[in-house]
């Protein structure tokens, strides 16, 4: 596929493109004076939620084709091109009619292959920039499948939006990053133009300024950062929306290194190692679970916390499996030798009826 450029007459394509603007079109007063905030901050693409995909019915769930009208206001008094969530042929046609510059479809629309192809006949013979959000779970091909319907319809101005990916346990981030997703999805089309979305990866404005770095520095090309003229009083995502001056300072503080390719290899590959060390972590975490459910067994049946036999029975058993995926056997001893003694503290623990406890 070759795809051509999203960016629009006049606006800078140098790193970041920025696209900035609420969560959700709410009043013609909040559109607006956040439009006039950021368009003094320099932005040329403004964004806002006219139709919004909400988990639960009954809250707000956008302004609809009224909103539409003050789009049209912020082009003519700011300058800003416009962009706003399509999720239907009748949103498409309702947007395109309201001279709406570049469209995107959301997470939760680009994982249905029905609602991506309604999207792309109504586009069909239309050349407009679209961007795809990832599909809400960390599926490669079904993004790439997005692209390519869309492509199919005749599309060439595609873009693509890392927004993170959800997950049960909420942690730090309300929708994880997986950063190797969108950079081997790049390595695969390398024309597409690559934005991060770090309000709805982080759910938190503290976390918006690191991941606007980390994006920097795995060469995206641009940043959709929800900005609000109040974020306290917002209608939704209030928790993950700027200020203009906060997006300005934010923007003020990004170092934009220019990587030769080389340094660009190399952020890739520790983009991965990190993807590792976190799953070893988790798998780390569960193993510690199940040791302590052990040392409850344990303490219930009066058995001992060591048993030698066990142990030793299981470090060369580990030690010969790793020999087989190339992994020499004294490092996974050494390895195991820490894991086992840590699992030995907590179940001691377990049987003195201190601190240890299982998992709620
Ligand atoms: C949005 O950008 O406001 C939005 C709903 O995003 P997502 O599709 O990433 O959840
Ligand atoms: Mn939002």
Same mark, same amino acid.
């Given at each position: 596929?070759?795809?051509?450029?999203?960016? !629009?007459?006049?606006?800078?394509?140098?790193?970041?493109?920025?696209?900035?603007?609420?969560?959700? /079109?709410?009043?013609?007063?909040?559109?607006?004076?956040?439009?006039?905030?950021?368009?003094? *901050?320099?932005?040329?693409?403004?964004?806002?939620?006219?139709?919004?995909?909400?988990?639960?019915?009954?809250?707000?769930?956008?302004?609809?084709? /009224?909103? !539409?009208?003050?789009?049209?206001?912020?082009?003519?008094?700011?300058?800003?091109?416009?962009?706003?969530?399509?999720?239907?042929?009748k949103h498409v046609f309702e947007a395109l009619k309201a001279g709406?510059?570049?469209?995107?479809?959301?997470?939760? =629309?680009?994982?249905?292959?029905?609602?991506?192809?309604?999207?792309?006949?109504?586009?069909?013979?239309?050349?407009? +920039?679209?961007?795809?959000?990832?599909?809400?779970?960390?599926?490669?091909?079904?993004?790439i499948g997005a692209i390519e319907r869309l492509y199919g319809a005749?599309?060439?101005?595609?873009?693509?939006?890392?927004?993170?990916?959800?997950?049960?346990?909420?942690?730090?981030?309300?929708?994880? +990053?997986?950063?190797? &997703?969108?950079?081997?999805?790049?390595?695969?089309?390398?024309?597409? =133009?690559?934005?991060?979305?770090?309000?709805?990866?982080?759910?938190?404005?503290?976390?918006?300024? +690191?991941?606007? *770095? *980390?994006?920097?520095?795995? %060469?995206?090309?641009?940043?959709?950062?929800?900005?609000?003229?109040?974020?306290?009083?917002?209608?939704?995502?209030?928790?993950? %929306?700027?200020?203009?001056?906060?997006?300005?300072?934010?923007?003020? !503080?990004?170092?934009?290194?220019? /990587?030769?390719?080389?340094?660009?290899?190399? $952020? @890739?590959?520790?983009?991965?190692?990190?993807?590792?060390?976190?799953?070893?972590?988790?798998?780390?975490?569960?193993?510690? *679970?199940? $040791?302590?459910?052990?040392?409850?067994?344990?303490?219930?049946?009066?058995?001992?916390?060591?048993?030698?036999?066990?142990?030793?029975?299981?470090?060369?058993?580990? /030690?010969?499996?790793?020999?087989?995926?190339?992994?020499?056997?004294?490092? &996974?001893?050494?390895?195991?030798?820490?894991?086992? @003694?840590? $699992?030995?503290?907590? %179940?001691?623990?377990v049987m003195s009826g201190e601190k240890e406890s299982l998992p709620?």
């Open positions: 596929m070759d795809f051509e450029s999203v960016v !629009l007459p006049g606006v800078d394509p140098a790193r970041p493109i920025v696209i900035a603007g609420p969560c959700s /079109a709410e009043t013609e007063d909040q559109v607006m004076e956040t439009a006039r905030g950021v368009a003094a *901050q320099g932005v040329k693409i403004f964004r806002a939620g006219i139709w919004k995909p909400r988990t639960k019915p009954g809250g707000f769930e956008g302004i609809g084709t /009224a909103g !539409l009208a003050w789009f049209k206001r912020v082009k003519r008094e700011t300058g800003m091109y416009v962009t706003t969530e399509v999720a239907t042929e709406v510059d570049i469209l995107w479809i959301g997470a939760r =629309t680009t994982v249905n292959p029905f609602a991506v192809q309604e999207i792309a006949d109504a586009l069909s013979g239309v050349d407009i +920039p679209v961007l795809i959000k990832n599909p809400v779970n960390p599926d490669l091909e079904l993004w005749g599309l060439r101005r595609i873009g693509v939006i890392h927004r993170g990916f959800s997950s049960y346990d909420k942690k730090t981030y309300r929708n994880p +990053p997986m950063w190797h &997703i969108p950079i081997e999805l790049r390595r695969r089309l390398p024309n597409l =133009t690559v934005f991060c979305d770090p309000s709805h990866i982080s759910g938190r404005r503290d976390l918006i300024a +690191p991941l606007c *770095q *980390q994006a920097m520095d795995l %060469q995206f090309d641009g940043l959709m950062i929800e900005t609000h003229c109040c974020p306290a009083t917002a209608w939704s995502d209030a928790s993950q %929306q700027l200020t203009p001056d906060d997006l300005d300072h934010l923007r003020s !503080l990004l170092v934009i290194r220019n /990587a030769d390719r080389p340094s660009q290899d190399l $952020s @890739e590959l520790r983009c991965k190692i990190d993807q590792i060390d976190e799953n070893l972590l988790e798998l780390l975490a569960r193993r510690m *679970q199940v $040791s302590l459910e052990i040392g409850q067994y344990k303490k219930k049946n009066n058995m001992p916390v060591l048993q030698t036999m066990r142990y030793s029975e299981l470090i060369e058993k580990r /030690a010969a499996f790793g020999k087989t995926l190339d992994l020499d056997p004294d490092f &996974i001893r050494e390895v195991l030798k820490n894991i086992h @003694e840590e $699992s030995v503290r907590k %179940q001691m623990n709620q």
